[in-house]
């Protein structure tokens, strides 16, 4: 069985820093593409970032670019997400999310974890 | 990319629904559902990528034509209120898209 284990949410004033991280059991971790995905308070799913299998190309949606940055380790299958320079549009529930294989972007995310909050505000 | 989906659906028990997902030429690119329950994670039901997730009825089914891409489901339960999302994507940006979400009422 699948599973993977957020952590690292919390509430913090605008501008500071945040590091999440998701912890995947059940799979070869390496051998997938991982997604975060966010979701602001009653609204709809935001798509984050990817990173391919091994670690090696990594994508970002607008409203993140230069902001977030996706890792992975894969010796301790671990997906983290690394964010600075928040604001109060940050605010969501943050999902990890399974993808395709290594770079299969394109594949549907088959498996999620039960997302972290992080809020920030002042 | 913009998906673009309607904000709800109502039906009763027993009526067929259809979730549709607006997107320029959508059906060429591959499509995932996913059902989110108040207070739980999403997760995935239908994907023109691969076979039908374990436990998904029957009942869900997918299609796709010109720029609107369709979730019906046949014989709608109570069990399937909820929200559901489409997703793409978009190998022109890179990027992961969804759509705004269709909350079904039942």
């Known amino acids: 069985e699948v599973r993977l284990l957020e952590s690292g949410g919390g509430q913090l004033q605008p501008g500071g820093s945040l590091r999440l991280s998701c912890v995947v059991s059940g799979i070869s971790f390496s051998s997938y593409a991982m997604n975060w995905v966010r979701q602001a308070p009653g609204k709809g799913l935001e798509w984050v970032a990817v990173i391919s299998g091994r670690g090696g190309s990594s994508y970002y949606g607008d409203s993140m670019k230069g902001r977030f940055i996706v890792s992975r380790d894969n010796f301790k299958d671990t997906l983290y997400l690394q964010m600075n320079e928040l604001t109060a549009e940050d605010t969501a529930v943050y999902f990890c999310?399974?993808?395709?294989?290594?770079?299969?972007?394109?594949?549907?995310?088959?498996?999620w974890g039960q997302g972290v909050l992080v809020s920030v505000s002042s | 990319y913009v998906l673009t989906q309607a904000p709800s659906v109502s039906l009763a028990p027993g009526q067929t629904a259809e979730v549709t997902c607006v997107g320029d030429n959508i059906e060429t690119k591959r499509v995932h559902w996913y059902q989110q329950k108040p207070g739980q994670a999403p997760i995935l039901v239908l994907s023109d990528a691969r076979h039908r997730p374990s436990g998904i009825p029957d009942r869900f089914s997918l299609s796709k034509s010109g720029d609107t891409a369709t979730l019906t489901i046949s014989r709608v339960e109570v069990e399937d209120e909820a929200d559901y999302f489409c997703h793409v994507w978009h190998s022109s940006d890179d990027c992961g898209v969804f759509g705004g979400g269709t909350k079904l009422t039942v």
């Open positions: 999310a399974k993808g395709g294989s290594y770079y299969e972007f394109g594949d549907p995310f088959d498996s």
